[in-house]
């Protein structure tokens, strides 16, 4: 427990004095932001700013900080190291420059600041990986809820029309309409089941592995290691949402074109994951005590494993809330493993679509240029599940290319603000050491992943290395060659 309140108090010092550092170098004025000066009613709108932070948390939290959480449980507590310093160093930083980047230019996306300051080809590329990852968002978060509801009433198939039905509405209407209205809520209910079961644990005081005591993968297969037991590049995939997420980049241009002031961004933005921070640090608490009291699952089952971790992050959800709230926390159980991975889903859609149309250049105030761009994503997203539900391991196929894509996303990002930081001369290490950082987690990842290429660990490693002194040499070049035209 002692390891969990230094964490906390760690994130809680990183939005005071780090994200008071960050907010600082970018500076932030008084101009005219997306929401007043492109005002139309449908995306962009001004809200109050309690507002845009409940909506700016959910949409980039959702279940990610709980899933992923307990999911990178199987490492032990080194996790809690990987939640705050990522989050406070590249997670928080990531979302303040998504949300900052994307007021600057209109409130464009990811895709289009990727196009002005990495270059053309790249705007292309990133549109297309941006969509692909955001049907994959999509579509993921409408199997596992309707899997959990048709256990309850009726059938799977059936809450899955029902659930793209809502999509369909959510992702159409203006997002003051539904979003705006019942998303604070659902925001709420996130943040008062984590302050529960806090509390639970620092009134009981449990026993949960300390850092210092356990700084290895705990749930580690003893003989031979499988390449999943790698803490790197693997815990920094698992973990995504509570430290760093390029889902992330595609959701905050949604409220940076609400958000009424520039200044207004540090508790928007670089607070809003900094929250998702805590809420992923509570739940990776829980989750070692689950796996480290209980027998089974147990951090022995899992090294007895022969095919790397299958506990059900839902399970675990539903099992602690019963079991330490009682029935209200079975209701807060519902609103985690099915309301709110419903809610990134709908936004994620929705990105996709807005994304699509700045590519496009299709005014999406008329209804029939939305339907023009919404018929063909909810396709791609029936044809994706179908294969998802014909194959019996297809869920999590479909969530570990999501993981690799969703941390390559940020890595982009994070590039697409250095240059930024570069031509506006301030100082930009503060996104360039997370942007290396995490070449070097999916690039090595992309090699000795089973899902990728597969390479000998004492071939990928080597590459992943090679490609981070890639990275910082083409930087070099590149600065080099940027100072020495503007003198």
């Known amino acids: 427990m002692i390891s969990l309140?230094?964490?906390?108090?760690?994130?809680?010092?990183?939005?005071?004095?780090?994200?008071?550092?960050?907010?600082?170098?970018f500076g932030p004025d008084d101009r005219v932001t997306p929401a007043v000066a492109k005002a139309d009613g449908v995306d962009y709108i001004v809200m109050p700013g309690w507002k845009v932070f409940m909506i700016q948390f959910l949409n980039i939290a959702g279940t990610g900080p709980i899933f992923g959480a307990i999911m990178g449980a199987k490492f032990g507590p080194v996790s809690y190291l990987w939640i705050v310093f990522g989050c406070i160093f590249a997670g928080a930083v990531h979302d303040y420059m998504a949300g900052m980047l994307s007021m600057r230019h209109g409130g464009v996306g990811l895709p289009e600041l990727a196009g002005q300051y990495l270059g053309r080809g790249t705007r292309v590329l990133v549109l297309l990986f941006t969509v692909f990852l955001l049907l994959m968002v999509g579509t993921v978060f409408v199997y596992s809820p309707a899997d959990i509801l048709g256990g309850m009433c009726g059938s799977k198939m059936m809450w899955v029309a029902l659930i793209f039905v809502y999509y369909i509405v959510a992702t159409m209407l203006p997002i003051d309409k539904i979003i705006g209205k019942i998303y604070p809520l659902f925001a709420f209910s996130l943040l008062f089941m984590a302050a529960a079961l806090m509390v639970v644990m620092f009134v009981n005081w449990y026993d949960i592995p300390e850092v210092w005591d356990h700084l290895y993968n705990m749930g580690a297969h003893t003989e031979p290691q499988s390449w999943t037991d790698q803490i790197f590049p693997c815990l920094f995939i698992t973990i995504a949402c509570g430290a760093i997420s390029g889902f992330h980049a595609t959701q905050t241009p949604l409220m940076a074109r609400c958000t009424q002031h520039?200044?207004?961004?540090?508790?928007?933005?670089?607070?809003?994951?900094?929250?998702?921070?805590?809420?992923?640090?509570?739940?990776?608490?829980?989750?070692?005590?689950?796996?480290?009291?209980?027998?089974?699952?147990?951090?022995?089952?899992?090294?007895?494993?022969?095919?790397?971790?299958?506990?059900?992050?839902?399970?675990?959800?539903?099992?602690?809330?019963?079991?330490?709230?009682?029935?209200?926390?079975?209701?807060?159980?519902?609103?985690g493993v099915v309301a709110a991975p419903i809610t990134s889903g709908d936004t994620a859609f929705r990105s996709a679509r807005l994304i699509i149309a700045e590519g496009l250049k299709l005014d999406q105030r008329p209804i029939p240029k939305r339907l023009l761009i919404c018929v063909p994503l909810f396709l791609a997203s029936i044809a994706i599940l179908v294969w998802q539900i014909e194959n019996p391991d297809g869920f999590n196929v479909v969530w570990q290319y999501f993981g690799w894509s969703n941390q390559t996303l940020a890595t982009i990002m994070l590039w697409t603000a250095t240059?930024?930081?570069?031509?506006?001369?301030?100082?930009?290490?503060?996104?360039?050491?997370?942007?290396?950082?995490?070449?070097?987690?999916?690039?090595?990842?992309?090699?000795?992943?089973?899902?990728?290429?597969?390479?000998?660990?004492?071939?990928?490693?080597?590459?992943?290395?090679?490609?981070?002194?890639?990275a910082a040499l083409w930087f070099w070049l590149w600065h080099r060659r940027w100072k020495i035209n503007r003198e």
């Open 5 to 25: 309140v230094i964490s906390l108090v760690a994130l809680f010092l990183g939005y005071f004095f780090y994200g008071r550092l960050v907010d600082r170098v």
């Open 262 to 335: 520039e200044k207004m961004g540090r508790p928007m933005f670089y607070g809003a994951m900094i929250t998702e921070g805590i809420v992923a640090l509570i739940w990776a608490s829980v989750a070692s005590w689950f796996f480290y009291n209980n027998p089974e699952p147990g951090y022995a089952s899992i090294a007895d494993a022969t095919n790397g971790f299958h506990t059900s992050a839902a399970a675990v959800v539903t099992l602690v809330c019963n079991n330490w709230l009682g029935v209200f926390g079975a209701i807060l159980a519902i609103l």
């Open 419 to 470: 240059v930024y930081m570069v031509r506006q001369r301030r100082s930009y290490w503060i996104t360039l050491i997370p942007a290396l950082f995490m070449t070097a987690v999916c690039s090595t990842f992309f090699f000795v992943s089973k899902l990728m290429l597969f390479l000998p660990e004492s071939v990928g490693y080597p590459l992943g290395a090679l490609c981070l002194v890639v």
